[in-house]
């Protein structure tokens, strides 16, 4: 799972090595990152609303 | 050597280049609002960031194209990626939008903040001319485009404030802070002066909101910015600020005219009256559509001049001027005329351009119209 989110986390930046991109696409279970993905998505979405909340204040 | 000449006369040139953009009126002007000066300091900064990116990333780009070309010999590189560099060019821009936002978001709070107005002014757009009403201050008008149309068909030569000046501007009082409330009869337009730095657009049925507090008294000329019909170029905003003591007194008299106008409603008009009154109403309001010489632009605004049915119809020629037509672009003049005016219009539309229907409309019959219709 840990590894899952990295992933993500580089995917956010947009950056990756390929080495790690390939070990990625080597794993069984799709299932994880997707699970990754929609908790780093929910917690980006709430850091920015958190931002913009002080921001208002 | 003469590399190092070559980069200083670019330098030079991009370096007398920017006073002359900035003199010629290219660039966004700076205002005579804090909050325009807010802008305009944010767009210099962001422009200059963009500069100095555009310089570094060309730079870089052309040097590179020139260096390691073909025919010097130049071999392409064939690795793959290089994560470092990759993560590097991706944080610098990343910290230079958070970098822009933090003052921008700033300038964004202040300029969407319309509280503790001193005074507020409804604007409301109309195929094509303003109306501002001075809330709770029982002060109204309309602000038409003053241009003559000799100038607009090119047959006398154009003034200096060519489609940029209207009969009655919109008077403010300098160092007040203004809450303008912004809305449309028909279709959007949008309120634009640049010297306040507001660009504000006026929905039917919404009301939007913005401020102007202005530093310095003076004419400040704007245009409505959102496409809105035949005449869009023809409703051009003009605002004069004065000092608060001269606005009120500016009020005042407002106040005054406006109390005469209702008065005279009451008395009985004569037909030359009624028509010289009718006629600038006429030029001013009804023209845009149905022509001066009243011949309209059949099928979409009909003709009023030679229109006999009309003239055998009075009553239906006053309720169509003060209810409009449902559906169609003929606006209802109840709000925007004064019982006088309607009267005058409606007059001269039955006696202008060869008509002769020989009857006046009073405006005390008007007034008792407006009055049985709003109970
Ligand atoms: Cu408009």
Redesign the pocket.
Known sequence: MWQAIKSVLAAFLGVQKDERRREDFRSERPGTFIAAGLIVGVIFVLLVAFVAVMAAR | MRRLLMWMAVGVTLAALTPMVLANGWNMPEGVTAVSRDIYSLHMIIFWICVVIGVIVFGAMFYSLFRYRHSRGAKAATFHEHTSVEVIWTAIPLLILVAMAVPATATLKTMYDPSEADLDVMVT?QQ?RWRYDYLGEDVAFTSNLSTSREQISGTSEKGENYLLEVDEPLVLPVGQKVRLLLTSDDVI?SWWVPELAVKQDAVPGFVNENWVRIDEPGIYRGQ?A?L?GRN?GF?PVVVEAVEPERFDEWMAQRKEAAQQEAMSADREWGLDELMARGEQTYGAVCAACHQPDGSGSPPAFPALAGNQTLLDEPDRHISTVIDGVAGSAMPAFRNTLSPVEIAAVITYERNAWGNEAGDTVQPSEIAERLAAQDE
Do not use: K, L, N
């Open positions: 757009g094509w337009h409505c959102e809105c869009h409703m």
